[in-house]
Each structure stands twice: as C-alpha cells, then as structure tokens.
C-alpha cells in the first residue's frame, strides 16, 4: 500500500515538474514582450533604453533555462526580483510578481484562493449529498413517482448552465424578494456565520446544477449493481434491505462516483470563473480571467499552475481512495 | 448422498417433507408478454436427501430456487402454489418474515463464486456477517472465530490466515468452498445449490460434490441441486426431477430417472452426453430445436414441436398438455401421451442400443 502511493505520488511530482516547464514556456509563447507589458501602458514611456533596463533588471536577458531556475528557486525559497529601487522582495513561496498590482502574485492567490475554497468544498456538499442520495433513492423506486420526477429534474439541472440558473436565483431570492441579501465574501476566520450566509447562493447554484449529473450518474451505478449477483447473495444470507442496500450495493455503487467527484473537485478548484462572476466574489477563476485579458502574465501562470496542482492532487487522491476502497486495486 | 434403497419412497412421500412445493407458478410481467417461468411445479425434498433438478436453459430451474429462497421481486413477479419450508409456507410471507429463514433455515450456494462474493469485503467479514445475522446475541469476535472454523471446515487450508482474504485471492474451487462455509455457517436445513460447480474445472467439481456429500452427512441437510450436467446428478442426487419449458416432465430417483428414463426429452438428454464407456465414434445425438418461448408456448406438449415421437399420439401432444402421471413402478412419474409399453419399447429399441453415457 504504502509503495502504491509512493509511487503514484512520485509520478504526480513528475507530472507537474512538466506542467511547470510548459506553463513557463508560456510566458514568452505570448507575442508580447514581458518587458513592455511591466514598463507600462503609455507607449511615450517605454524607450528602447528603458525596455531593456528593464529586461536586466528583471533577468529577462538571462537565457530561458537559466530563468527557469530562478523561478523554481523562488517557489522554494523566495527570491528578490528586480534590482535598485524596482527591487521587489518576493518571499517563499513566490510565484512570480505583477506589477500591475505591484504586489507578488502569491499574496494576490492567498486572497482570492479561499474564497474558491469556500465556494468549491460548500457546493460538493451538496452535490454530493443530495445528488448521490437522491440517485440512490431513485434506482431504489425505479418507476415510481419519486423516481420519475428525479430523473425529470435532474435532466433539467444538467443541461441548465449557471450562467442562467444564477442569475436566476439571484432575482428570484435577492433583487426581487430581499429573501437573502447580495452576498458579500467575508472570510471563514473573520465570521463563520457571515461566511456561510454568503456563500449560500453559490453554494446552491453549483451544488443543485451538480447534484443533477450526480444523481443521474449514482442512479445508474446502483441499478447496475442492484443486478449484481453479491447483492442477491447478501439478500439470500437474510440481510435487512438497510444493509443489503446501505451496506453491500452502496459501497460498490460509490466507487466510480468517487472518480468523478476527485476529478470534478480538482477542476473546480483551479477556479469557478462563472460563478464567481455572477455572484461577484473574487475567487481564484476571476482572477486568472482579469489576469488573462490583462496579459498579467505572472498571475496567469501561477493560477495555471495551481490549477495543474490542484487537478494532479485530486488525480492522486482518488487513486489511493480507489486502493482503499476496493481491495483489488491495490496489486495493480 | 443418502442410501439407494430408500431413494424410491421420497418421489411419492408419505410423512410431508422437509422442502414440499405444491403447484408453484411463477410468473413475470414482462412488455413483451406474460413469461410463465415456472407453470405448476411439485416436489418434495426430505432432510438428508438430495433432489437434481435438471434441464436446458431456461427451463425454470433458476426461478425455481429463487422462487424457494423468496427472492423473487414481488413487484415484477407473480407467484402462486405452495412452498413449504420446515412447515411454513414461502408463498406470500412478508419480505420481513421469509427474511428471518434466509441463511438460517434455508441457505443458497450460486453458480460463479466470483461474482456472487462481494469484492470489495474480505471473506471473513462476509461470512461473519451472515452468522451474526441470525446469531444477533454473538460478539463480533465469536462470529470471526466461526468464520474461521466455518473456512477449515470446508477445506480451506490455513484458516486463520486466509480469513483476511479478498474473494479475489481465492481460486475458483476455493472461492465456491467459501461460498458454502458461508451458506452452511447457520446450519441451515435446506440448501438449495444453483449450478455450483459450472463456473469450476472438472477436477475441482469432483471435490466440490464430494464436499457437499459430506457436510450433507453431517448436518443431514435437503439438498436442491440445480444443474443441467447429468453426469453430476447421477454423482450425487438421490432423486431427479426434470423440467421442461417451466414444467417437470419426469421424476423419480436417480436410478430411474437416468437409467430407466421415460420420457423423450430426458432421452435426449442423456443421448446428447458423451459416453466414455461407448464407441467414441458414435456421433452424439443433439435434441433438435431449440427450447420454445416462455411467452408463447407451443400448444399441448410443449416439447412436441421437438419430439420425435409426437406424431405418435394420434394428435393428443399438440392439443393436450399432459399430465405428470405415475408409471407402473413406484415413485416414477412421467409427462408423456405415449403409453407407457411404447415409451419403454422405444427407449430399449432406439435409445439404450445407441449408448448413452450414464
């Protein structure tokens, strides 16, 4: 067990060393010049001089490897960027610095993050919860009432995007009603209660939107595995119906959804772009958008960066979970 | 398994059975039509004596046991007639009740071992849990402790090693002795085993039989054997019952049945069996055809379309379903329109010269 996640993790390091060359790679894919974009937007400033003072300072005049490993450096133990009075100290972990937010790119991250964070972990909750338990109920009462409105619904929840269903909630609950207030992000640490309340609506409109796939996708593991032959066996040694269901098909029904659900996780993690945009918080997703249309390029390669963590993390995660769930993996 | 001599008197019992089915009728409502998988079935199986319940695919053997386990879907499956089981009647018993004599009066072996295990639970816990289900008052430790005595029971070596296993890491003969350690692990009075050695070699079958034989010796329990493998029913049944498209068409003991046989399908049965004792060139005789629609049976006979012998009845097998009448010796009962002095002139001449296996 122990060699397994060692050597799915050593293959995880692997990986990201590689999306960090390729995301690195990216900074001069861009047709711009990185020294013009930190020199300014008025083009009267920017002299050929100046440009490439800049490019010293910066160590842009380095060979590419060789700045490479300055930004490695910096990740691990912080390194200062520039020279004289552009000199900017960029503590570890340092991803970078923008300069036009004067400011490293990881405090930016530090900020934004958490509220990702929030929206993400607070939505899977309820996707899961409700999506798993509903789909499970429903293969449960196949062809009931119950199972037919489920199966309506949740067609309807998949194919709805949150760019509608937001909006939506926001008029029906806030502008219209005043049931909630327009949410505004306060952190965990500041305000428990005020966090949650406004994390409410996100928390619904991608939790509800989720539990729609979710629910469709555990329906339909848990009627494939209602037909298995170890489920009738479990009926046949005299089991409740609680542990023939709760017990011996649930724990086999669960396991692809626990894929999916690491997968999606990650993905959501590198940023929610929309729904932070429709509820107007600042999360990481925003972020990297602004920083894209931007060209703020520091930033962007952070959060590419730690979207390529994030997603590798969660790709590890599952396969170890998978090794405990299901004993069979574990040879493999 | 049990004694030859007495093999003759549990076709026609007088003292009720341990196992007696009356009349069963089970039927699923399917889109395409009502599929009448099992259409007035009786039989009886004492404690200590092995019942073989033979025929092709889709004959209704599986239904049958299902249908004795109570594991039907009552929602998809109509079932009427009588299964009683130690006295009480299955048929209709709430899923709650039927529940309680599941894995303790009356237990199950299935046919792939594989599949019929829970992967992702160790053998262990999984045999613990059906002992501890009929024994609430027993601690976790004392259900392991009969798990383990339940494994070495069996024939598994290294019990208290093996116990931690996965199902995975058994071979298929050893998987289907975890499978019995744990439907015999409540003592259950009833086995009923569905093709329990199909999914295995020959060899490991051997053993398998040989397993059953004895722990039937030493808990004196009714065993229903389903399989279409003639060769295992004449190994271990004290009693055959040979079903055709939901009904049974002969019944009586092993000898017989298999020796004696009356009735044109168990005919072709036996003639479509290799004989290692014939001439190994003899061509095998299939039964022409194939088994009918559950849906839409043929009319009369439901095996005349297949017969050899149909146009022999002067018309009756297509038009009257026969009945599962006694023959002149005890104990063996017969579905047939031809008398019973053609059946046995037809089978000396025709059939036993050819050579069947058994």
Redo the contacts between chains.
């Keep these: 067990m122990l060699r397994f996640v060692v050597k799915k993790v050593l293959l995880a390091l692997s990986t990201l060393l590689a999306v960090s060359v390729i995301t690195f790679g990216m900074f001069f894919a861009v047709p711009n010049n990185p020294a013009e974009l930190m020199c300014g937007d008025s083009k009267n400033v920017c002299s050929p001089e100046r440009i490439e003072m800049i490019e010293r300072r910066m160590g842009l005049d380095k060979p590419i490897p060789a700045q490479y490993g300055d930004f490695m450096r910096g990740v691990f133990v912080g390194r200062t960027i520039g020279a004289g009075e552009t000199a900017r100290d960029c503590p570890a972990p340092c991803l970078g610095f923008s300069f036009r937010n004067d400011e490293p790119v990881t405090g930016i991250v530090g900020r934004t993050l958490p509220v990702t964070l929030s929206i993400v972990f607070g939505a899977a909750v309820v996707w899961l919860v409700l999506g798993v338990s509903i789909g499970m109920v429903s293969a449960l009462r196949r062809g009931t009432a119950f199972d037919k409105l489920a199966v309506g619904t949740s067609l309807v929840g998949a194919s709805m995007p949150i760019l509608l269903f937001g909006p939506l909630l926001l008029i029906g609950l806030v502008y219209e009603t005043g049931v909630l207030s327009y949410p505004r992000y306060t952190p965990l640490t500041e305000n428990p209660l005020a966090w949650a309340s406004a994390m409410l609506l996100p928390w619904f409109a991608l939790g509800f939107l989720n539990s729609a796939t979710y629910a469709r996708l555990s329906r339909a593991q848990m009627l494939e595995t209602l037909s298995?032959?170890?489920v009738?066996?479990?009926?046949?040694?005299?089991?409740?119906?609680i542990?023939v269901y709760g017990r011996?098909a649930l724990?086999?029904a669960i396991t692809p959804i626990i894929t999916i659900a690491g997968l999606d996780l990650g993905a959501y993690l590198g940023g929610t772009v929309i729904t932070e945009t429709v509820f107007g918080f600042t999360g990481l997703g925003r972020t990297a958008l602004n920083a894209a249309l931007n060209l703020d390029m520091p930033i962007v390669m952070a959060t590419v960066l730690l979207a390529a963590v994030f997603v590798i993390a969660a790709n590890v995660l599952v396969d170890v979970l998978y090794a405990v769930?299901?004993?069979?993996v574990r040879l493999g | 398994m049990g004694t030859p001599a007495s093999s003759a008197s549990s076709a026609t019992p007088t003292v009720d059975p341990y196992l007696r089915v009356r009349d069963l009728r089970v039927r699923f409502r399917t889109e395409d039509g009502v599929v009448r998988a099992v259409d007035g079935l009786s039989f009886g199986v004492e404690r200590g004596r092995t019942l073989g319940i033979v025929g092709e695919s889709g004959s209704g053997k599986s239904v049958t046991s299902l249908a004795v386990l109570g594991l039907h879907d009552p929602r998809r499956t109509e079932i009427s007639g009588e299964i009683r089981v130690g006295g009480r009647d299955i048929v209709g018993l709430p899923d709650a009740e039927c529940r309680k004599l599941r894995g303790r009066d009356m237990a199950m072996v299935f046919q792939d071992p594989l599949s019929a295990l829970h992967p992702y639970y160790s053998v262990g816990r999984q045999i613990a849990e059906a002992y501890r289900v009929h024994h609430p008052e027993a601690g976790r430790r004392a259900a392991w402790r009969r798990a383990i005595e339940m494994l070495g029971r069996v024939g598994i070596p290294q019990p208290e090693r093996r116990v931690d296993d996965y199902p995975h890491e058994f071979s298929g003969g050893m998987r289907q002795r975890v499978m019995i350690a744990m439907a015999l692990v409540n003592d259950p009075d009833l086995l009923v085993a569905d093709e329990p050695t199909t999914a295995l070699d020959v060899t490991v079958q051997a053993q398998i039989l040989d397993l059953l034989a004895d722990l039937q010796a030493e808990f004196n329990s009714a065993i229903v054997l389903i399989t279409h493998d003639l060769g295992v029913v004449s190994q271990v049944a004290d009693d055959v019952l040979v079903m055709y498209a939901g009904r049974a068409v002969e019944h009586g003991s092993v000898e017989q049945v298999l020796r004696r046989p009356q009735h044109p399908y168990t005919w072709g049965l036996l003639s479509s069996v290799p004989s290692l004792h014939g001439d190994a060139d003899a061509d095998l005789v299939p039964i022409r055809g194939n088994p009918p629609s559950l849906i839409h049976l043929p009319p009369g006979c439901a095996f005349h379309p297949r017969c050899r012998y149909a146009d022999r009845t002067g018309g009756r097998s297509s038009t009257e379903v026969p009945e599962l009448l006694p023959v002149a010796e005890a104990g063996h009962r017969v579905a047939c329109h031809l008398p019973e002095a053609d059946r046995q002139r037809y089978y000396a001449d025709e059939i036993a010269q050819v050579g069947v296996a058994l």
């Design positions: 298995e032959d170890f009738r066996t479990a009926r046949a040694k005299g089991l409740a119906k542990t011996h724990r086999a769930v299901d004993p069979r």
